[in-house]
């Protein structure tokens, strides 16, 4: 049986540092996997499209690139509020481009005489958004989907697949047994290995960018 083994999951406590080689792929790979959800549900939350969103992520990754050389660990300013800020002034910039590349438009409303643009209708103000409150409730969630991927990609396939439709899709224990022909035995014994397994990994999340 392919059990994983806590060696087989690297912790993030020198990822800071691994990530300011920018040539360390790998590093980087796992930087983008673990936060570009977090990032793009921000973008969605302050009001952008999907394809804007999309925007923003690909914009903040690279702009962490930029800065990441020069980036200091300060323990009274945590990487999860430095990256919200990066976020944060990435979203702003985008509404703010956006907004200066639309065309007016007339209301059609009779006797309005304003104008404004479709943008403007649609986005928020940047000065008034506020996802502080959305990145905090989401940060642990985010760890937690980002740990179940990576455990994901290295546990017993059968292992995994009796754990995600017993306890992820709250399947009932007699539908999973039929389904996969697996006893009682191993459904416990999956949801007990791959629980821990996806502990571990958070607690690796949490130690290594906080």
């Known amino acids: 049986m392919n059990d994983v083994t806590d060696e087989y999951l690297p912790t993030r406590k020198t990822l800071l540092s691994r990530l300011r080689d920018l040539g360390d792929q790998e590093s980087w790979q796992q930087f983008f996997d673990t936060y570009w959800k977090l990032i793009y549900r921000a973008a ?3 009001g952008l499209s999907h394809e804007e969103a999309q925007d923003v992520v690909q914009e903040t990754v690279l702009t962490v690139v930029k800065k990441m050389p020069e980036f200091k660990y300060d323990p009274a300013r945590s990487f999860k509020a430095w990256l919200l800020e990066t976020t944060r002034w990435r979203i702003n910039d985008y509404v ?64 995994f697949q009796m754990f995600e439709l017993y306890v992820l899709k709250e399947w009932p224990i007699r539908k999973v047994m039929e389904t996969l022909r697996v006893n009682m035995a191993q459904v416990h014994v999956a949801k007990h290995r791959v629980t821990a397994l996806i502990k571990k990994e958070v607690k690796h999340l949490q130690k290594g960018i906080v």
């Not at 403007?120 to 409730?137: M, T, V």
């Not at 760890?143 to 994901?152: C, F």
Request: aromatic letters at 4%.
């Open 44 to 46: 969605v939350k302050s």
């Open 96 to 159: 703010n481009r956006v907004r200066a590349k639309e065309v007016p438009v007339a209301h059609v409303s009779k006797g309005d005489e304003g104008g404004g643009t479709a943008t403007e209708e649609r986005l928020p103000d940047p000065s008034s958004l506020e996802i502080e409150a959305f990145w905090e409730n989401q940060w642990e969630q985010n760890l937690m989907d980002a740990a179940i991927d990576r455990v994901k990609a290295r546990a017993s396939p059968k292992q």
